[in-house]
């Protein structure tokens, strides 16, 4: 399982590692790494042409000495300080030492744009200019670029002064590296308030940060690399966000024994569908069977469309209390307005699964008083609605918007996207999955991830755990049936058992 914790626990994890080690130990650790990985992207490093852009914190100082090791290698090493004042003194040192070059980026410690020689009489370097030879000339020039601008404590976008050097990276082609994460992303939220570096890889340091997990800052990351940097020792048990792994699906997966029978299996409710929508009780019901159920009861009016595609269904058009035994039930794909099976399935004893018109239909206060658990499954249209604000606020702002959504229905909360969250009431970790493809964006996609939460809901697994093990599995299962090429929901459906065999056998 990867864990991502907040810039105040890795914090204090780094104060308590260094009281431990020698002075600088910790910063040379993430160096050795960055300067690694540099070389791995690269493919070689001698005759390269690194370029750092160095801002006055700690993450200034990995670039620094790890530019020096990329000098000691061959690489011609140029260092663009941004607040030449407050560079770290013994990176600078180190570069210098090495045969690096320093040129500032302005000639105040605000890190405004100017002209100037070298900083603080190391060794001298073309300043800001128009021409090809100006820092911007130096920038476009790079083989590769090391974003050591702003550290994990960085708020909001850029700073303007900053962005013409961020227009020539671009401008570039270089490969760009971020050090423990892309300068301008906020490394709690992952939220990105304007502009920010886009990196091809990040190095970061001990642990994730959530940031580097979900989007929109995630899209800014490129590849992550996690450098250990003993940090393991002295973090809490309890992470900010966990992102389950191919080991802890399987670990989850419900397996029958020799003794199981359909019921012990887990029956699952479907109530779903409407004359308009019948595909989407189709849908649900097709994922529910490929999610392990023992059997599916199907309730609503797409009855003779399910029986058609699967005779295995039990079909009632009684209502849900009429229904028979489940384990759980699953509500609200495709059922128009029909808020009477709604409210009937809400008031049912089992753990439930609300969907799609199943969210507009459900009153908060019945979500809140029921005593069995309920899983919400938004789209990020649908959180919007249900919180009251505007789509974009929760496209930017999904981990907070997750969190806010849990807690005010009192429920677990899977909030759909190109990365996946799951909240629950209580606080604690939110699990993130990204297992997913932009192939999943196709209608009834959901549907098949409704039935397939549900099915895990009914066989006895904890709503956390079956929103995040349905969304590892959907997501899987859509990047296996597309192979690249559009995929339908059937096909997404269809593609569960083959990656129920891939964790199971991985």
């Given at each position: 399982m990867r864990t991502a914790y907040s810039v105040e626990t890795v914090r204090a994890a780094e104060g308590e590692l260094m009281a431990r080690l020698p002075e600088g130990a910790l910063m040379q650790r993430a160096a050795a790494g960055l300067a690694v990985a540099c070389g791995q992207l690269m493919g070689r490093v001698y005759g390269t042409r690194v370029v750092l852009l160095v801002g006055s914190g700690d993450n200034g100082g990995d670039a620094l000495y790890a530019g020096a090791r990329l000098a000691r290698r061959g690489a011609g090493v140029t260092a663009v300080l941004l607040a030449p004042e407050r560079a770290h003194s013994g990176g600078l040192a180190a570069?210098?030492?090495?045969?690096?070059?320093?040129?500032?980026?302005?000639?105040?410690?605000?890190?405004?744009?100017?002209?100037?020689?070298?900083?603080?009489?190391?060794?001298?370097?073309?300043a800001w200019g128009e021409g090809s030879d100006g820092v911007t000339g130096v920038v476009r020039r790079a083989d590769l670029v090391v974003d050591g601008i702003v550290g994990i404590g960085g708020r909001g976008g850029l700073r303007d002064d900053v962005l013409p050097l961020v227009a020539?990276?671009?401008e570039s082609g270089a490969a760009v590296v971020?050090?423990?994460?892309?300068?301008?992303?906020?490394a709690d939220s992952g939220e990105v308030r304007g502009e920010a570096i886009r990196a091809d890889l990040t190095v970061t340091f001990g642990t994730h940060k959530p940031g580097l997990l979900v989007d929109p800052a995630r899209e800014y990351a490129g590849t992550v690399r996690l450098v250990d940097i003993g940090l393991g020792a002295v973090l809490p048990e309890v992470a900010e966000l966990e992102a389950l792994q191919h080991a802890d699906v399987a670990r989850l997966l419900p397996v029958p024994g020799v003794e199981s029978d359909k019921y012990r299996r887990g029956v699952v409710g479907i109530a779903a569908g409407s004359a308009r929508y019948p595909g989407a009780a189709v849908l649900a019901v097709a994922g529910a069977l490929r999610g392990g159920a023992g059997a599916v009861r199907y309730v609503g009016p797409a009855?003779?469309?399910?029986?058609?595609?699967?005779?295995?269904?039990?079909?009632?058009?009684?209502?849900p209390r009429a229904a028979g035994r489940v384990q759980a039930w699953v509500v609200g794909p495709g059922a128009g307005d029909d808020a009477g099976a709604v409210a009937e399935v809400l008031e049912a004893d089992v753990p439930v699964l609300i969907d799609a018109d199943g969210l507009r239909l459900a009153e908060r206060e019945a979500v809140r008083g029921r005593g069995a658990p309920t899983l919400m499954t938004p789209h990020a249209g649908e959180a919007a609605a249900l919180l009251g604000v505007a789509?974009?606020?929760?496209?930017?702002?999904?981990?907070?918007?997750?969190?806010?959504?849990?807690a005010r229905y009192g429920a677990t909360v899977l909030l759909k996207g190109s990365t996946t969250l799951v909240a629950g009431p209580a606080g604690g970790a939110v699990r993130v999955n990204s297992t997913g493809t932009g192939w999943l964006a196709t209608a009834g996609s959901g549907d098949v991830l409704s039935g397939l939460c549900g099915s895990l809901l009914a066989a006895g697994l904890s709503a956390v755990d079956a929103g995040s093990?349905?969304?590892?599995?959907?997501?899987?299962?859509?990047?296996?049936?597309?192979e690249g090429a559009p995929v339908g929901a059937q096909g997404v459906a269809e593609g569960v058992g083959r990656a129920w065999r891939d964790v199971r056998g991985g």
């Amino acid at each position: 399982m990867r864990t991502a914790y907040s810039v105040e626990t890795v914090r204090a994890a780094e104060g308590e590692l260094m009281a431990r080690l020698p002075e600088g130990a910790l910063m040379q650790r993430a160096a050795a790494g960055l300067a690694v990985a540099c070389g791995q992207l690269m493919g070689r490093v001698y005759g390269t042409r690194v370029v750092l852009l160095v801002g006055s914190g700690d993450n200034g100082g990995d670039a620094l000495y790890a530019g020096a090791r990329l000098a000691r290698r061959g690489a011609g090493v140029t260092a663009v300080l941004l607040a030449p004042e407050r560079a770290h003194s013994g990176g600078l040192a180190a570069l210098r030492g090495a045969g690096g070059t320093v040129v500032r980026a302005g000639g105040d410690s605000g890190g405004g744009f100017g002209s100037g020689g070298g900083a603080g009489g190391g060794n001298g370097g073309s300043a800001w200019g128009e021409g090809s030879d100006g820092v911007t000339g130096v920038v476009r020039r790079a083989d590769l670029v090391v974003d050591g601008i702003v550290g994990i404590g960085g708020r909001g976008g850029l700073r303007d002064d900053v962005l013409p050097l961020v227009a020539a990276v671009r401008e570039s082609g270089a490969a760009v590296v971020a050090v423990d994460l892309p300068s301008g992303v906020d490394a709690d939220s992952g939220e990105v308030r304007g502009e920010a570096i886009r990196a091809d890889l990040t190095v970061t340091f001990g642990t994730h940060k959530p940031g580097l997990l979900v989007d929109p800052a995630r899209e800014y990351a490129g590849t992550v690399r996690l450098v250990d940097i003993g940090l393991g020792a002295v973090l809490p048990e309890v992470a900010e966000l966990e992102a389950l792994q191919h080991a802890d699906v399987a670990r989850l997966l419900p397996v029958p024994g020799v003794e199981s029978d359909k019921y012990r299996r887990g029956v699952v409710g479907i109530a779903a569908g409407s004359a308009r929508y019948p595909g989407a009780a189709v849908l649900a019901v097709a994922g529910a069977l490929r999610g392990g159920a023992g059997a599916v009861r199907y309730v609503g009016p797409a009855g003779d469309a399910v029986i058609a595609r699967f005779p295995e269904a039990l079909v009632s058009d009684q209502g849900p209390r009429a229904a028979g035994r489940v384990q759980a039930w699953v509500v609200g794909p495709g059922a128009g307005d029909d808020a009477g099976a709604v409210a009937e399935v809400l008031e049912a004893d089992v753990p439930v699964l609300i969907d799609a018109d199943g969210l507009r239909l459900a009153e908060r206060e019945a979500v809140r008083g029921r005593g069995a658990p309920t899983l919400m499954t938004p789209h990020a249209g649908e959180a919007a609605a249900l919180l009251g604000v505007a789509r974009a606020e929760v496209e930017g702002a999904r981990l907070s918007s997750v969190r806010e959504l849990a807690a005010r229905y009192g429920a677990t909360v899977l909030l759909k996207g190109s990365t996946t969250l799951v909240a629950g009431p209580a606080g604690g970790a939110v699990r993130v999955n990204s297992t997913g493809t932009g192939w999943l964006a196709t209608a009834g996609s959901g549907d098949v991830l409704s039935g397939l939460c549900g099915s895990l809901l009914a066989a006895g697994l904890s709503a956390v755990d079956a929103g995040s093990v349905g969304a590892y599995l959907h997501g899987l299962a859509g990047r296996l049936a597309a192979e690249g090429a559009p995929v339908g929901a059937q096909g997404v459906a269809e593609g569960v058992g083959r990656a129920w065999r891939d964790v199971r056998g991985g």
